[in-house]
């Protein structure tokens, strides 16, 4: 088996520098655009045999050093009560939005994982098909960002209703949060105990709160989810987005591997972490639709930056974007081996 | 006339820190929101008593020290050649975006005055009105904010055809980025020229491009920019929205004085920016929800981080939220007078 992202992980040394990318399995695969013809997005999330062929098909397309399992990060919270619909227009939304006290005093805990059933029967389809090639990452949205979406009902631009109740009912925000976090905790783990070999966080609105409310709001859930993750001994990688005035904190919060969004360059980010973690990143994704030979150079300049950190696992500095042509794709895997070989 | 902003931009000593506040001409001032149930927004921004009106409502109300006219970005790069409309959901946007090579072509830089009379008209009531009281902030979008808003047509989430010309199409791109520099030029130049005292360039969509592809796309044309209105002999506040990871690069920039944003400790940006520039931010707008005593409490934290620029102007880190009491942000004024004194 290819375990060079794992190794990467956990700072130990590597022949190349390990690549993946955000979004891999996404629309602009050819596999996952055919199928998403024929169904639609939460049909293909909630069909285990669907999502695993779409979460293998960059493995083999590609030549990545890792697979992160298909799926949507709005999903996790359904069986907690809230009622998932979905638009052509504008993605994953809830038809009952989180707005008050009372509405999350009735969101549950779930004790069982009847509701994610078809998640974990996903991961092991995976796990089986995966063995002896490369590692799955399972993975989950952080607190903060299934309290945004569960607030403000869908992505939002703004977050007004996330920052009003954070500034305005702090408690009730804590309540979500402390419920979100522990329902979280279980879901990751079931996703190790079923054969995920990473684990990853995203907090997609982490740069919602600057340094001073990003300790007060949301260090504290991201520690203690981690903490519960322990058990599981998979290595964990916390990708905080836009929240690059927040280095410090994500150093100390747990995770084996900090995810470095494009916003940042790497060199600096590498030195505000130090040693003690890993980094994740971070190429600019628009740099797919250059061409061969730029890729290679904009390859190169970010493995140069990552020779510094304890490991670096090459990755976008986001998801790969709508529209991106597979052969460049390929060739910045291919870039990212070449060049960190030599 | 209290000149104590003024001074803070230029680093001169100051008896109290100075504040205003990004969107304090905005809806939720009570006039303002009354006006605008009378008429729609662009009739407001294109009628300069109205629009007059509107800018002057917090000096009195507040207490501000500054006042910034009233308008929207978008109105600029009308006389370029673009159709302007406004929808109630999802504010204004343009019915013929810019996408090719040939829509860039097409794009005029007036060389009058006329279209944009109207705001001259604006700032030189203003100029009147503000007499022997405080000065007039004039302002515009940075070439990048308005090229985003002229590509993708309107607000946008994800850049994504923005993101596109610049990689798949940079010399179309440095073209549109050209005309709108220069449009954009003559356009602060004769808001000073009518009585702007203080000059602020609204890069909105800054944090878009990472330090590497900043240096390349953006900062050329900020610099050129801000040379171009040093004959104004006015303070140029450049605010880059986002942009954490590209401080040094916007103390290079030119400006008197660097905006800073929530995201960052205004402490930390205040050391990476050195004491060539002042600074001006960057208390978590939605602080405003908060009581009366936590808003003094936070003021507090940014006048102590702020002592160390060599001047500071006190802001919030983006604009007042909409539902602000106003009774809030007069105590958020007052804390900040009252405590810089001490």
New interface residues.
């Given amino acids: 088996m290819n375990d060079t992202f794992l190794r990467a992980c956990r700072g130990e040394p590597v022949d190349y520098t390990p690549v993946w990318m955000m979004r891999q399995a996404g629309r602009f695969m050819p596999r996952f655009a055919a199928i998403l013809k024929k169904m639609d997005f939460l049909t293909m999330c909630r069909t285990p045999e669907i999502a695993a062929e779409v979460t293998l098909e960059p493995v083999d397309a590609l030549g990545v050093d890792a697979a992160i399992l298909f799926s949507d990060i709005t999903t996790t919270v359904v069986p907690m009560g809230m009622d998932l619909k979905y638009a052509d227009s504008n993605g994953p939304y809830f038809s009952n939005p989180v707005r008050t006290e009372a509405d999350v005093g009735r969101l549950v805990v779930p004790q069982d994982d009847e509701g994610l059933m078809y998640v974990y029967d996903t991961v092991r389809i995976l796990a089986r098909e995966l063995a002896g090639r490369v590692p799955l990452i399972g993975f989950a949205g952080s607190p903060l960002a299934m309290a945004s979406f569960m607030i403000e009902g869908a ?1 939002s ?1 703004n977050y ?1 209703g996330l ?2 109740m ?3 009912n702090p408690a009730t925000f804590e309540l979500l949060m402390d419920k979100i976090r522990r329902h979280t905790a279980r879901y990751l783990c079931a996703q190790a105990k079923a054969g995920a070999q990473a684990l990853m966080l995203f907090d997609s609105f982490a ?1 919602v ?5 990003f300790r007060e709001f949301n260090l504290p859930h991201v520690r203690r989810l981690i903490q519960d993750l322990e058990g599981t001994g998979v290595p964990i990688i916390y990708f905080g987005l ?4 927040c280095l410090d904190q994500m150093r100390d919060c747990g995770a084996d591997v900090i995810g470095i ?5 790497l060199g ?1 980010a590498i030195r505000a972490l130090g040693n003690g973690v890993s980094v994740q990143g ?1 190429l ?4 797919l ?2 061409d061969r030979d730029q890729i290679g150079r904009r390859v190169g ?1 970010v493995l140069e930056q990552g020779k510094t950190a304890r490991g670096h696992i090459f990755n976008l ?1 986001h998801g790969v ?3 991106t042509p597979v052969d460049n794709a390929k060739a910045l895997v291919d870039a990212v081996h070449d060049q960190s070989r030599s």
């Fill in positions: 992505m631009r007004t920052r009003r954070i500034f305005s740069g709160l600057g340094p001073r409310d836009g929240a690059g005035g969004d494009a916003g940042l360059d600096v971070n600019e994704p628009y740099v639709f250059q300049e500095g974007p709508p529209g």
